[in-house]
């Protein structure tokens, strides 16, 4: 994968340089970044060659949501593989300061999925289907221990919102400013919601989903 204006080694100084300019410590993980830096990347690339609108087999560090995903994966791939915890709530941090999300690196998110504007996303650790959309300020939380399992090509859409026991059904779309409260969703279907609170399921009469990802 092209690494824009980088390359691999430009890529791993810079985001050394970052971790050192946020948490001054001396201690920026070097050896066990070079070590899942790769992993990381074909992770990345996965997603970027899924989504329609990103050039494949091409990453830009100065692209806000690849790099957003990029941390995610790296912090993530550390935590599978390593006992690292210091390494991955610093990337974790880092992340959170640069593009607003709250994407710990225990959750796992799918192997494909899209962020169209990070900026206020908090997702809890819950059960994400792959071909997952996400939109600024969109959030996934847990209510009383329970927490929401999210099929296939869900979209949620601005200021939406999925909490507790709901089990979302593949390619539910999730209409702005909607919150799905330990209910469950119809697949296939546009959720939109009442004034008081209720849901109504409308049945999608186009492929929504087809407008993100290459499939």
Same mark, same amino acid.
């Given at each position: 994968?092209?690494? +824009?204006?980088? *390359?691999?080694?430009? %890529? ?11 948490? &001054?410590?001396?201690?920026? =993980? /070097?050896? @066990? ?8 990347? @074909?992770?990345? *690339?996965?997603?970027?060659? /899924?989504?329609?609108?990103?050039t494949p087999d091409t990453f830009n560090y100065l692209h806000s949501t ?13 935590? /599978?593989?390593?006992?690292? &915890? ?23 998110? !799918? !192997? $494909? ?5 990070? +900026?206020?996303? $908090? ?9 997952? @959309? ?13 927490? &929401?399992? %999210?099929?296939? =090509? $869900?979209?949620?859409? !601005? ?8 089990k979302v059904a593949d390619r539910s779309v999730i209409s702005q400013g909607?919150? $799905? ?8 279907? %546009?959720?939109?919601?009442?004034? =008081?609170?209720?849901? @109504? ?7 929504? %989903?087809?407008?993100?990802?290459r499939f």
């Open positions: 994968m092209d690494i +824009v204006h980088l *390359g691999r080694s430009g %890529l791993l100084r810079y985001l050394e340089n970052q971790l050192s300019s946020f948490f &001054p410590d001396g201690k920026n =993980g /070097r050896d @066990v970044l070079e070590k899942y830096i790769d992993e990381a990347l @074909v992770r990345t *690339g996965n997603c970027i060659n /899924r989504v329609k609108m990103w690849q790099y957003c995903m990029f941390l995610y994966f790296l912090s993530n791939s550390i935590h /599978r593989n390593e006992h690292q &915890p210091d390494i991955c709530t610093k990337l974790f941090y880092l992340n959170k300061a640069l593009n607003g999300i709250d994407l710990f690196y225990e959750i796992e998110m !799918p !192997p $494909v999925f899209f962020i169209g504007h990070s +900026v206020g996303i $908090v997702l809890a650790k819950a059960t994400y289907g792959n071909y997952l @959309v996400l939109y600024q300020n969109s959030t996934v939380g847990k209510n009383h221990g329970a927490a &929401p399992i %999210l099929g296939e =090509g $869900v979209i949620m859409y !601005p200021n939406s919102a999925i909490i507790g026991d709901c909607v919150s $799905v409260i330990s209910r469950d969703t119809q697949a296939n279907s %546009l959720v939109f919601q009442k004034d =008081g609170g209720e849901l @109504v399921f409308k049945k999608d009469q186009r492929d929504i %989903l087809a407008d993100f990802f």
